[in-house]
């Protein structure tokens, strides 16, 4: 089984900066894809970013694009999401995400709440 643990949330200002770390314990493989979704109040979850645990390319959501970016380190088996520039729009439950194959993992979600 694989366990994944956010941390990092809190309430910002806009303009502000805050890093997630998402620690991954259990099975962890090479080949997995970690990524960072987020759910805002009365709406669905959406993606935010995305790093292999490989190599590959990260992925972004337009909407945080030149503001986030998700970084790896596979001697920690963490993945972290540095969030700059942070918007209210930006307020909501951050979820940690690991895909292998089909099937997903999901972390349990820090709060990011960014007042104007």
């Known amino acids: 089984q694989v366990q994944l643990v956010e941390s990092g949330g809190g309430l910002v200002q806009a303009g502000e900066s805050l890093r997630l770390s998402c620690a991954a314990s259990g099975r962890t493989f090479t080949s997995a894809l970690m990524g960072w979704f987020r759910q805002a109040p009365g709406k669905e979850r959406e993606f935010v970013a995305s790093?292999?645990?490989?190599?590959?390319?990260?992925l972004y959501a337009d909407s945080v694009k030149g503001r986030f970016t998700i970084s790896g380190d596979n001697t920690k088996n963490t993945v972290y999401l540095q969030m700059n520039s942070l918007k209210p729009e930006d307020t909501a439950v951050y979820y940690c995400n690991q895909r292998i194959g089909f099937t997903n993992y999901w972390g349990q979600g820090t709060q990011v709440t960014v007042s104007s």
């Open positions: 790093i292999p645990w490989g190599t590959g390319r990260s």
